[in-house]
């Protein structure tokens, strides 16, 4: 991307703010941070309850985020939302998983937008432990998603489009649309 994707501006503050905001009313807001993790750090003030955990393994992976993510967690989690900040929250979307799910019932609730699976993810009962090791896993975030749905998956249906700002290009395309 050539800069700190946390950092990109976006709804008038930093991305990284803008997915804290829309997780508003969690226990926990955990925001892992790698490369140039200070530097990310001091450029944009989390609200109120949400917090910086460092990932000082970030280079051998995202499981090592999902992991640190997760240590920093507690063992009793009800459950887990696993967010990337690359992958703006629609606050709408955030609590329609969140109404749907079911603890006890429902390992993982996932959104689906014109009957593809995407994001974010409410992992169930149990996700710390499973986060805590997706390293172990031969498929990172995926594996874990797959062996929840075997274990009780809830779909919910879901407006809009899923955004992925990976490069340079589908930032200033989103941009466009965001005004």
Request: glycine fraction near 12%; aromatic fraction near 4%; charged fraction near 25%.
């Amino acid at each position: 991307m050539g800069e700190a994707k946390a950092l990109l501006a976006w709804g008038g503050r930093p991305l990284v703010v803008h997915q804290c905001e829309a997780l508003r009313g969690f226990r926990d807001v955990v925001v892992v941070v790698g490369h140039d993790a200070a530097a990310i750090e001091a450029a944009a003030a989390l609200p109120a309850g949400a917090r910086w955990v460092e990932n000082a393994r970030w280079a051998e992976g995202r499981s090592t985020s999902l992991e640190a993510g997760a240590r920093a967690l507690p063992d009793d989690a009800a459950g887990v939302l696993v967010a990337a900040v690359d992958q703006p929250l629609d606050e709408a979307v955030v609590r329609a998983l969140v109404a749907a799910y079911r603890p006890g019932e429902h390992a993982v609730v996932e959104p689906i937008r014109g009957g593809r699976r995407g994001h974010p993810v409410l992992l169930g009962v149990g996700a710390v432990t499973a986060l805590r090791r997706a390293g172990e896993h031969d498929e990172g975030l995926r594996g874990i998603v797959r062996d929840a749905r075997a274990r009780g998956g809830v779909v919910v249906e879901v407006g809009g489009e899923e955004l992925n700002l990976n490069t340079p290009a589908a930032y200033r395309a989103a941009r466009e649309e965001e005004t």
